[in-house]
């Protein structure tokens, strides 16, 4: 599954609160491949290796938990994702269909 999805950085490994100054929102173009979640700042092309960047930006998704984010009413459609190390990141998708099919395929692999 890929798309473009927008990312707050909520909370570091062991759940730390991201530092203000690296909380603001970033459009990426996601790609969930096997059990890991690469965003990458570009559409994605075939030909194009993976960037430092995008290496940095991957987030496995191995024992992971996506959940609509019903308490967050700044932006719609709007997931949580909380990782095997604690960290928290929130997702928005381009409309709700989007963000239930990311939730599901996260939380299905
Ligand atoms: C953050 C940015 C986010 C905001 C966050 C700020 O600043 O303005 O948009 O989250 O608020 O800290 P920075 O880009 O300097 O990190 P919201 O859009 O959810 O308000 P927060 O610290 O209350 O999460």
């Keep these: 599954k890929n798309g473009f999805l927008v990312r707050k ?3 570091d490994p062991d759940g730390k609160k991201t530092p203000r100054g690296k909380r603001g929102w970033k459009t990426f173009y996601a790609i969930l491949k096997g059990l890991i979640l690469y965003l990458q700042k570009d559409e994605y092309r075939p030909d194009k290796q993976l960037s430092d960047e995008d ?3 991957a987030v496995s998704i191995h024992h992971s938990l996506a959940m609509r984010a019903a308490d967050y009413s700044k932006r719609p459609n709007v997931f949580y994702l909380r990782t095997a190390d604690w960290r928290v990141f929130l997702f928005q998708a381009p409309n709700a269909e989007q963000m239930q099919s990311w ?5 299905t692999v």
């Design 9 to 11: 950085v909520h909370a």
């Design 55 to 57: 290496l940095k930006n």
């Design 103 to 107: 939730i599901t395929r996260i939380n």
